[in-house]
Every structure is written in structure tokens, then in C-alpha cells.
């Protein structure tokens, strides 16, 4: 029979007791050990709220084990844990996700109708969205993660593959695009990378309003996967384009109105900002048309339409100048 670590990267959030007692309910063969690696960069804080998320446990708790990530992020994070584990396989889980009921049996499944040149298994991930209304627009970016290739919610991979290629590259310092570029880097080592069947749900958890502001910053890591795996990596992962060249007109566009109003050219002034609200109205209509157009939603929309497309463009220029030169990650050069 396959054995297999457990390793959760966390913030303990409330979301980890969650997780921890859909792992411990969990239907089939147990893991050889649970890793989790503690990531706060204040251990000091909420000190009660790790103990009770352990407790959910059971008799796991024995197999678990609890590291100090240090803050470094969720890629670090999960390389901490890697380095403790011997099982030949290793399967990551987000802190906010909850495994189905079935989820061990299944992954021992997926794991032993892997072919040798077989990397990693991913899980099947769902998204449970309210009835009764249409997803706000968090919910649908949420959602999204349903269609998303090779992400770490519940993915399973080879601990002699991962060893191979360095494991996560912790120059990405947020849970973005990182798991994308280990697979890359696994594919272009010879491995392959499959779909299993196991299923794993993945709440929508609540957000600031100003969450998606918050989410631009992700800019800078798809400028660092432009520098490691060329122009068209956007193709190889599978990924959507997103809008950063509309955002970076938009913004070129309200930038120029406002340099040409200043130096009294009101002409060409009035025509850039006509292009930047037409611009922004675009987005915001893109972003309020699929969703519940309450009151809320819409100046939530209305007002992170305005902010996101600078934003964006910021990050993506901070991120394409800080990883101009920056080489393969030096864990897999060795």
C-alpha cells in the first residue's frame, strides 16, 4: 500500500479546525504523518486558536507534527515541511479546504494508478456558491480556483520529483502562481501531471471588500514567471491572460489626462479621459453585470474599478524591474 504525508501550510485561521476535522473523518488508509507548518510571522498571536484547531484531530494528533515557517510565505512554507517527510508521497493542503468524506481512500487510488513517470495527482476541487442569487464578484474569483490547473488547494505529488526540481520556488511569496511554476519546472524536467478523482471543497471564505485591490499585488509574480518561463508561460500553464494590458492603458490613458490638463493642453487632456472613463466603465460594467447588483456590490465595484487598474500596473512594473535578472530557482540548479 502507497504511504503519504500530509503537509498544511497556515495562518491558522478559523478556517484550519475546519480542515483538520474533514482530514481526521476522512473515510480510508491514514497518512503516515501530518506536517503543519505554522506561518504567522507572530507565533505569539491567538495563541489558543492552534490548540483548538489540533484538538479536532483525534488520535492523528499523534502523527502531526507542528513547524515554525517563519512568515516567508506558503511556498517556504511547504519546503519546511517537505524536508520532514520520508512517505514517497506528499499531499499539500490548503488551511481552507475541507476533503470529502471519502478523501483518503481516494487519494490512495489516485496515488497507485499513478505511472512512474507520474509527478503529481491533483484533486478535484468544488466550489459551493449560494443559491437563491447570482456570486458576487469574489465568489466567482473564487470559483475560478474549480478550473484551475495544478493549484495546491489538495495536490499530491512525488517527494523524489519535488526533491529533484528544488521544490517550491520561495522568491513567490504569496499563494499565487507558485504552484503553477513547479509544474512547469516538474514538466520540463520529463515528469508528467495528472487529474485524479479524489474531491475536496473549498469554501468561499469571507473577504474585505477591498479584497480584490488587495489580490493585485499577484502582478509581480506574473512578472517573475515571465522572466523564468518566457513570454508565452500565460500558454504552457494553461492561465488567463487577465487584463493587465487593458489596465495598463487605462492607466496610461487617466496618467496622460491628467499630465496634459496640468500643462494646459485641455484638448488632448479631455480626449485621454475620455479613454479612461470609457476604460474603467468597461471593467466596472464586466465586473457588476454577472453579479447581484445590490447596493453594496455595485460601489464595491464601482470603486475598485477606479483603483484596480493602477494598482495592477504598479505591481507588474515593481515586479518585472526587482526580477529583471533573476535566474532559475537556485534549489533546482544544484
Keep these: 500500500m502507497t504511504s503519504y504525508a500530509v503537509v498544511i501550510p497556515t495562518l ?43 484538538s479536532v484531530l483525534g488520535d492523528l494528533r499523534e502523527r502531526t507534527t507542528v513547524l515554525n515557517g517563519g512568515g516567508r510565505g506558503p511556498a517556504a512554507a511547504r519546503n519546511t515541511g ?20 471519502h478523501w483518503c481512500a481516494q487519494l490512495l487510488r489516485d496515488l497507485d494508478e499513478a505511472s512512474p513517470d507520474t509527478a503529481g495527482v491533483q484533486g478535484i476541487i468544488t466550489v459551493p456558491l449560494p443559491g437563491g442569487r447570482r456570486p458576487t464578484d469574489w465568489e466567482r474569483g ?16 512525488r517527494t523524489e520529483a519535488l526533491k529533484q526540481v528544488g521544490g517550491f520556488d520561495e522568491r513567490f511569496p504569496r499563494p499565487f502562481r507558485e504552484d503553477a511554476d513547479l509544474a512547469l519546472r516538474l514538466l520540463d524536467a520529463g515528469w508528467r501531471i495528472r487529474r485524479g478523482r479524489r474531491t475536496t471543497l473549498h469554501p468561499v471564505r469571507p473577504a474585505s471588500r477591498w479584497a480584490s485591490l ?20 500565460w500558454d504552457k500553464a494553461v492561465a488567463p491572460r487577465g487584463r493587465i494590458r487593458r489596465h495598463a492603458a487605462i492607466t496610461a490613458a487617466g496618467a496622460a489626462a491628467c499630465l496634459l490638463g496640468a500643462t494646459g493642453h485641455r484638448g488632448a487632456a479631455t480626449a485621454c479621459a475620455l479613454g479612461w472613463a470609457a476604460g474603467t466603465a468597461e471593467f466596472a460594467r464586466a465586473r457588476i453585470v454577472p453579479g447581484p447588483r445590490t447596493p453594496h456590490e455595485v460601489t464595491t465595484v464601482l470603486a475598485t474599478s477606479v483603483a484596480i487598474p493602477p494598482a495592477a500596473t504598479w505591481h507588474r512594473l515593481a515586479g518585472a524591474w526587482r526580477h529583471r535578472n533573476a535566474p532559475a530557482w537556485p534549489e533546482a540548479a544544484r
Excluded at 15 to 26: E, G, I, K, R, Y
Aim: proline share 7%; with cysteine; hydrophobic share 45%.
Design 12 to 54: 491558522v485561521r478559523d478556517t484550519l479546525a475546519d480542515c483538520l476535522a474533514a482530514l481526521a473523518a476522512a473515510h480510508g488508509p491514514r497518512p503516515d504523518e501530518i506536517v503543519l507548518v505554522d506561518d504567522r510571522p507572530d507565533l505569539a498571536s491567538a495563541p489558543d486558536a492552534l490548540g483548538h484547531a489540533l
Design 82 to 101: 517537505l524536508r520532514t517527510v520520508t512517505a514517497p508521497w506528499v499531499a499539500f493542503l490548503d488551511d481552507d479546504v475541507q476533503v470529502g468524506p
Design 142 to 157: 473564487t470559483a475560478g480556483l474549480a478550473r484551475a490547473r495544478w493549484i495546491t488547494a489538495d495536490m499530491a505529488y
Design 214 to 233: 488587495a489580490q493585485q499585488r499577484g502582478n509581480a509574480d506574473d512578472a517573475l514567471m515571465c522572466r523564468l518561463h518566457g513570454p508565452d508561460w
